[in-house]
């Protein structure tokens, strides 16, 4: 079945440098690939997402970029202030009949030291 | 606040007993899901609605767990006979119909606890 790997499990960068997180996943038909931060007992939140017919996308701070040849997508996340501390989800489509299911990876605790 | 709404936010529970959850997606969104978090993964799909009809269970939804979308607009998950497995942090999220729109928008979850 379609599986989504994330690297790596934890992340600690020093305040203003930059943080790069890395997926992969299995499925060729997956054509959505959405970021998720998780704060300390609170839900998903979405913060950035790519489509199969872009290579890259730019929200201030953070990027996307995306490898479809390689089933290869990165987080990247320049200047990092301590307030980016959480646990960020990467994610791709999974089709079902009628809409699609996300397939999250496991998960990377990145940590901004003051 | 607009966003997708969970109640109970915690649940402790006894084994055996029987729990529900609620969800409020957000008000025009007319798709729902339900996944599950257990502690240090990733959100797992459990299932989702399109209006008020269930079209699409995964393998992780045993027959002790039922999810109901009644008037199309709020769902419950049910779960009978808990059993301390069931402990999670149960997600729910609410996506428009239509492509491209493929976004899905969580709410804060409820962190069920099986003693």
Redesign the interface.
């Known amino acids: 079945g379609e599986n989504?790997e994330?690297h790596p499990s934890t992340l600690s960068v020093q305040e203003g440098d930059s943080a790069v997180i890395k997926c992969t996943y299995s499925d060729s038909a997956s054509n959505?690939f959405?970021w998720?931060k998780q704060e300390l007992?609170?839900?998903?939140?979405?913060i950035i997402?790519i489509?199969s017919n872009v290579g890259e996308k730019k929200d201030q701070r953070i990027a996307v970029t995306l490898n479809k040849t390689a089933k290869h997508f990165s987080l990247h996340i320049t200047e990092t202030q301590p307030e980016d501390s959480a646990v960020y989800?990467c994610?791709a489509?999974l089709r079902?009949?009628?809409?699609?299911?996300?397939?999250?990876?496991?998960?990377t605790r990145l940590l901004v030291r003051p | 606040d607009t966003g997708v709404s969970q109640d109970p936010r915690h649940k402790i529970t006894k084994r055996g007993q029987n729990v529900t959850f609620r969800c409020d997606p957000i008000s025009e969104h007319n798709r729902l899901y339900w996944y599950r978090q257990t502690l240090g993964q990733g959100p797992e799909f459990l299932t989702y609605f399109q209006n008020e009809a269930q079209l699409e269970k995964s393998r992780l939804l045993s027959d002790r767990f039922s999810a109901e979308r009644p008037k199309g607009s709020f769902s419950t998950l049910e779960i009978q006979r808990t059993e301390q497995g069931d402990s999670a942090m149960y997600l729910c999220a609410s996506s428009l119909r239509g492509e491209p729109t493929y976004e899905q928008y969580f709410g804060p979850g409820t962190r069920l606890t099986v003693t």
């Not at chain 1, 007992?41 to 979405?46: A, C, D, F, T, Y």
């Not at chain 1, 079902?96 to 998960?107: N, P």
Request: net charge positive; glycine share 14%.
């Open positions: 989504v994330q959505y959405p998720y007992g609170k839900g998903p939140q979405l997402d489509r989800f994610a489509s079902m009949d009628s809409s699609y299911k996300l397939i999250f990876g496991s998960g």
